[in-house]
């Protein structure tokens, strides 16, 4: 039924048309066999492998250096007409107290270091004890420390000694103030020992250390101690680094030859230091030497503990046990055990690993099984502060957790029997969180028995249960004694009477079989759990420590599937209520949705469908919109994981119910339509498109289903898409009535597209995404065949008529761009053969083929549409705006270039293309498109038994020189 390429001719010879701009006949398929890109193989490319050639080794000759001489005079061998001048040179080492004030933990230079792995520095405890240990009670503060007082410099000796002992001699009055107070005063005192060094005040930095040390004296305030022992050391450690710096700094030589200062090296020692630096330093421990009282004595010459190395080497073990005795002179327990934690932390600090002045301070503190004779005393203390004794112990919680961590970190199994001697449940809950889980682990049945063994007067046993268990999940113990291990400690924990202290174990415990053992032990130690919470409806009071259960074992099993294979875990979610509900049943859906799997089950698939819609349902108006995209992410991929195999009538129903559980979210009905659309090609594929009666009536379900979904979307842009795919499956699918139903529909949706969209909290024109929709709807519309009554242009006319009645912005293109797309689309469907067909359906070429009347009507949409763009084109050559003349002459090279590819080359056709070249030359922004153009119009053959075509091509080409 296709029409001879003369009768083609004849028709078109007929056909009348204003401007000239008739379609040229096209072969398709010539064309395409044309473009086709032939492979050759070739010796060279990017993934061709070539043998690189080894570099030849290039041998350097030696080049002897002479020594550098050093010498302490800074002049000795200067020459003055060198480049370097040693008087422009600082000589002391700057100190920048906005960076330094807020090190933590500075590790010295020079020292040798223990491996730091598994060990959780002081900084890393800071915020937690600052946390933890405050109080409403007002704390005691020295009157000096609320005054400002301001000192001159003073540059003699003895007035400094004087000065000094004065401070030490006064008699200071102290007030009470707030915790807040407090903090902002010793914030305030830390700047002014900055302020004060930096204004060579250094008796003055000296005398407000000393001050913030003697406040580790007072302990009225008790349960603040902890805290007050961070605020104290900071300034203390500012101190001990100004002091070091200074030291170095004087400590600099300089070479002979060029005079340029050389500071002391990294790792520098006693015999490198300059004999001026080494003085300093003795008058530095000299001053504190002389300090009266013990405590600040003690703290100031541990700040300054490194400053040893410009004395002597190797002397830091020595030291550290000098001042480790004499911290036995401090009659306070409290205060001594932190002293005693302040200086395990320096001598850390100067490599000092040993743990023989370790030991013998932390037997000091009166808690182990052979001083038991220390206890009563510490009854005392704790009763004159009005605390009871576990609160009171509790105090000494973070100076004995960090003395056992540094006594533990690499430690062996000799030093954690010796350790162990002792029945003190504290003491034997801080070595459980102190030392290595690798070295608890194995060892796990000798701990479980040391805490029925244990004396829990002041510490209950529960809490060592839980820090063997996070002993447990961090270092699984032997594969042969797990189960042993849960038996033994799980007969004792399931008999714990106060279900506060059973669930409070449970809440760690549990991560030990979800992590090292089998579903069916995890499994069993739930069913424990639910019948413990079950009892009095005791649930309802551990509602987070449920959740915490249920996320563990969320965490640490990497299947859902196989976690829902537990028969108790399911019934532990069912109790949860809330916002904690919530959050347990999005871990469930997020678990589930990690493996792409499809799921067949329909037991599972219930659950998880309920699971969804406690999760959709949470979302409100006060949600955020990321958490609102999160949760639709996870509901699509929950809804494509769904498979019923071949029962697609299932599938669908599936689907439906989706839609009327989760129809909140537009992003869920966006994946219903697409996961229904891929059903009924799921359909068409296993038919290989030969429809029955039932499957021709299940495709138009799925197509009617997307049809209902669809205008329930917010967004017009997704709708239109949506529209579109839908119609495609359709013509597919050979549902010819239902893709025009919605091609029509997604034209009427074409009028609602707003003139401005907001899109990323911006404010855009919708244009182009107009422009883009245009484009792949014309694309679809080159085979949709026309209506037998409304006739064969139905659909374009109707989209022209709604692009006719859309108000459009001055000055734009977009409109011409919109009838330069329409006008490709009309040159494709008006040739012999279109450029693609679907199978079984009869688009218009058939339909039509050798119709004058419907070769005309093209033609006069064609020539309608060239006349509002060429309108288009004088509105913009007319405007004075140096913008409107750019997008003329961009509007101007599109449809020169569509005349000389889509159209016949006429009289009518060469004088509109060698206008729109003249308009789009003025620009220069259109030159590289217009070289292209040209390269493609005088690629056109030239046939000397086509004179006339010859002829206009030519002109053509001589018109747009």
Known sequence: RVMSGSASSMLLSKITSEYGWIPRRRNFEEEKAQSCVVGVEVAEGPLVEVEEEKPEEIIEEEVEVSPVVTTDNPLQNY????????????????YDPLTQAVQEEEINPGIHKQSQENFVPWSNRKPGILKKYTTNERVSISVS?????????????????????????EQESTVKVSQQE????????????????????????????????????????????????ILITEILETFGRLVFDRLRGRSIIYDSINAVPIPLPEQFKAEDVTPTARETTRNWFYKIASIRELLPRIYVEMALINCYRFLANDTFQAIVNRI????????????ATYARAYLARKGREVGCYHNDYLLSMFYATGLMKETTQGVPRLEDIAQKAGLPMPEYLDLYTPALEWQLQCIGHDANQDLLDIILKTDNALILDHILASFQPSFI???????????REANETYFPKYKLYRTLGANLVKSAPPANLRRQI??????????????????????????????HCSLNELNIMLGDVLKHVKEDHQYSNFQEELQNIALKILENQSHFTKIFTMENFMPVVDLLYGDVQVKVNRAILESFCKDMAPTTDPVLINVMFEVGKVVHDSINSLSFEDEIRQIADLLSVFIKKINYGMDLEKQLNFFVECRRAFGNLDAVKQSLVIVAVGLAMRTHQIIKGRHTKRTAAFVRACI??????????????????????????????????????????????????????????????ASEQLLNFISSLSSELIVVPGHPTE????????????????????????????NLKIISLLCAIVQDSLPFHINKIESNDILYSGDPAYQQEVQDVIDSLIKVILENLDELEKSCDASAKKLAARLALDVFHHTITFSQLNVNSCALAARMFKIASRHKDTNASILNCMQYLSSLPTNESEEGEISMVEQLRAACV
């Open 182 to 229: 407090y903090l902002t005063q010793i914030e305030n005192m830390h700047k002014d020992l900055l302020q004060a060094w930096n204004d060579n005040q250094r008796v003055q930095a000296l005398k407000i250390a000393i001050q913030c040390s003697k406040l580790l004296c007072d302990t009225s305030v008790i349960k603040f101690y902890p805290s007050k022992f």
């Open 79 to 94: 020459d003055p007409l060198s480049a370097d001048n040693p008087l422009d040179v600082e000589i002391e080492i700057t």
């Open 324 to 335: 480790g005795v004499m911290l036995n002179g401090l009659g306070d327990p409290l205060v």
């Open 791 to 818: 006739g064969p242009l139905f659909l374009v006319k109707a989209l022209l008529q709604v692009l006719a009645d859309r108000n459009w912005e001055r000055e734009t293109i977009t409109r011409s761009q919109i």
């Open 441 to 451: 682990s194995p060892r796990a049945l000798d701990f479980a028995a040391l805490i």
């Open 704 to 765: 009617a289903f997307c049809f209902i979904t669809i205008p329930s979307m917010d967004n017009v842009f997704p709708r239109l898409y949506l529209y579109l795919l839908t119609g495609q499956s359709a013509l597919i699918n050979q549902c010819v009535p239902q893709s025009e139903a919605l091609f029509e529909a997604m034209i009427s949706l074409v009028e609602e597209v707003p003139e401005y969209l907001e899109m990323n909290n911006q404010v855009v024109s």
């Open 145 to 169: 420390f609320m005054e400002n007082e301001a000192s001159g410099p003073v540059d003699k000796i003895k007035d400094r000694l004087e000065e000094l002992a004065e401070a030490e001699r």
């Open 486 to 515: 849960l038996n033994e400690i799980w007969g004792v924990v399931t008999k714990l009477e106060d279900p506060v202290h059973y669930m409070a174990v449970v809440e760690i415990f549990i991560e030990f079989p979800a992590k």
